[in-house]
């Protein structure tokens, strides 16, 4: 008779946790160490932030002239308040007659808070103030600016108007019905549409 072959013993091939604890608990705990950190640094700064937001939202409401503007600019910089406190700022100075303050402001504004929401009416307000300094051919370009970056924005009607008010002004009266012509078009029953239609009339003699 044949002996039987000896035969070898099974390989376990399934996962032993305390075979792993064992061998890597080091890393394991090091891990664990480095995500709890990470963890209350995420919360700690959000906490932070959120506190920060809140506090520039209490300053600006609570800001009645130009310092109290200035200050929730230089406090708060980079927050939302402080690019509201900008334009609030550059309203106060056009109304103080203070307009190459006001175009500076703004520009700061533009160059620092791209992605604010209300960026397209900073666009107008410059365009305004432009307008106030006398300098029409600037400011016409600006409403153009405004009408074609900014189109869907809320802003895009009101600086259609204003170049057809420019060019009226300037007696091109074939680019002013144009423009005209386009509010009426874009802007169905609207205020603006209304405003377009009245205001391209032809002047009574």
Same mark, same amino acid.
Do not use: C
């Given at each position: 008779?044949?002996?039987?072959?000896?035969?070898?013993?099974?390989?376990?091939?399934?996962?032993?946790?305390?075979?792993?604890?064992?061998?890597?608990?080091?890393?394991?705990?090091?891990?664990?160490?480095?995500?709890?950190?990470?963890?209350?640094?995420?919360?700690?700064?959000?906490?932070?932030?959120?506190?920060?937001?809140?506090?520039?939202?209490?300053?600006?409401?609570?800001?009645?002239?130009?310092?109290?503007?200035?200050?929730?600019?230089?406090?708060?910089?980079?927050?939302?308040? *402080?690019?509201?406190?900008?334009?609030?700022?550059?309203?106060?100075?056009?109304?103080?007659?203070?307009?190459?303050?006001?175009?500076?402001?703004?520009?700061?504004?533009?160059?620092?808070?791209?992605?604010?929401?209300?960026?397209?009416?900073?666009?107008?307000?410059? *365009?305004?103030?432009?307008?106030?300094?006398?300098?029409?051919?600037?400011?016409?370009?600006?409403?153009?600016?405004?009408?074609?970056?900014?189109?869907?924005?809320?802003? *895009?009607?009101?600086?259609?108007?204003?170049?057809?008010?420019?060019?009226?002004?300037?007696?091109?009266?074939?680019?002013?019905?144009?423009?005209?012509?386009?509010?009426?078009?874009?802007?169905?029953?609207?205020?603006?549409?209304?405003?377009?239609?009245?205001?391209?009339?032809?002047?009574?003699?």
């Amino acid at each position: 008779m044949s002996t039987p072959a000896p035969t070898s013993p099974p390989i376990e091939t399934g996962f032993d946790p305390l075979v792993f604890w064992v061998q890597h608990r080091q890393k394991v705990v090091l891990l664990a160490t480095l995500l709890v950190a990470g963890l209350v640094i995420y919360f700690a700064s959000e906490l932070l932030r959120t506190r920060k937001l809140a506090a520039a939202a209490q300053e600006l409401a609570s800001a009645k002239d130009a310092d109290g503007y200035r200050r929730v600019i230089s406090d708060y910089r980079g927050t939302a308040a *402080a690019g509201d406190a900008h334009l609030l700022l550059a309203d106060q100075l056009r109304k103080e007659g203070k307009l190459d303050e006001a175009i500076t402001t703004l520009r700061t504004f533009i160059d620092n808070y791209g992605d604010h929401p209300l960026i397209s009416g900073a666009w107008t307000s410059l *365009a305004v103030t432009q307008e106030a300094q006398g300098k029409q051919d600037e400011a016409l370009s600006t409403y153009q600016k405004v009408s074609t970056t900014f189109a869907t924005s809320f802003s *895009a009607p009101i600086a259609l108007l204003a170049q057809g008010r420019i060019f009226k002004e300037k007696g091109k009266t074939e680019d002013a019905k144009r423009i005209y012509d386009q509010v009426i078009s874009q802007h169905q029953g609207t205020s603006f549409a209304r405003q377009a239609m009245q205001e391209n009339q032809p002047a009574k003699k």
